[in-house]
């Protein structure tokens, strides 16, 4: 499976990490109720890498579809995640939703008018929208920001 393919389902432990993976446009399931049975599951069937803090890779030696990551810090966890499994900052980037997974799409900009506050309609051209949770992003300042921590965080080389 190549870097590009990689789904993830992501423990509870870990849903900064989620977040982050989503922000950079990989699948990454994640719910804070989902039990240790379903994510060995998804591992066992070859659909997701099961990302873990806890003890399943450990009790689980056999599956390769099970990454047990050592560092607390979610930054730290993004790293090791990227570099042990040679994932990039891609063309995917704002192309999942970092609340819910969903696919975004582009709205032109008359249909959020209702959906934004005015001064965020007035300022900013480019607009999304989550096709599951329905939550409006746009392109503001924080997009770059967002870029050269990521770029920082993973070395610039990705």
């Known amino acids: ?24 446009g990989y699948d990454a399931l994640y719910a804070n109720d989902m039990t240790t049975a379903q994510l060995l599951a998804m591992g066992r069937s070859g659909e997701r890498m099961v990302l873990t803090r806890g003890e399943t890779a450990r009790r689980f030696p056999h599956l390769d579809k099970v990454l047990s990551l050592k560092s ?15 994932l990039e900052i891609r063309a995917g980037l704002w192309t999942r939703c970092t609340l819910c997974n969903a696919l975004i799409e582009r709205l032109e900009k008359p249909a959020v008018e209702a959906l934004v506050e005015a001064k965020i309609f007035q300022l900013y051209d480019e607009f999304y929208r989550c096709t599951g949770c329905r939550h409006v992003y746009w392109r503001g300042s924080h997009v770059d920001r ?13």
């Open 72 to 86: 607390e810090n979610p930054q730290e966890q993004l790293r090791e995640v990227v570099e042990r499994l040679g």
């Open 146 to 158: 967002i870029l050269r921590n990521l770029r920082s965080l993973l070395g610039g080389t990705r």
């Open 1 to 24: 499976m190549s870097p590009h393919e990689i789904r993830f389902a992501v423990d509870r432990m870990l849903g900064r990490l989620a977040r982050m993976l989503r922000l950079m």
